[in-house]
């Protein structure tokens, strides 16, 4: 099992960025998904999570500003990003629980991608 995240980049105050994250291997379901992130110098936070049922829940500081959805079909997770700030530059991480064919579960992380915010 991995997770291949895609997106970032650098973009100016107040635009917008789209993150995808999709799992992929030899899985039975994917339970909640989600998003953190990592400034330098700063510990990994978390940015927002979602439940395979749709429920999300969102760090205070992106709240109004950044959307979680995915689609199951496609294992997938996604992190829409608008008015971003300098504050939001950060390397940001997927994360997923996995769960196999025979019960057993684990969570897994995708390899990070830096978002930087600077005009």
């Known amino acids: 099992v991995q997770l291949q995240a895609s997106g970032g980049g650098l973009v100016q105050p107040g635009g917008s960025l789209s993150l995808s994250c999709a799992a992929s291997g030899s899985i039975f379901r994917v339970n909640d998904m989600g998003w953190y992130r990592q400034a330098p110098g700063k510990q990994r936070e978390l940015v927002a999570r979602i439940s395979s049922g749709g429920s999300t829940d969102y760090a205070d500081s992106v709240k109004g500003r950044f959307t979680i959805s995915r689609e199951n079909a496609k294992n997938t997770v996604y992190l829409q990003m608008n008015t971003l700030k300098p504050d939001d530059t950060a390397v940001y991480y997927c994360?997923?629980?996995?769960?196999?064919?025979?019960?057993?579960?684990?969570?897994?992380w995708g390899q990070g991608t830096q978002v930087t915010v600077s005009s």
């Open positions: 994360d997923a629980e996995i769960v196999y064919h025979s019960g057993l579960y684990a969570r897994f």
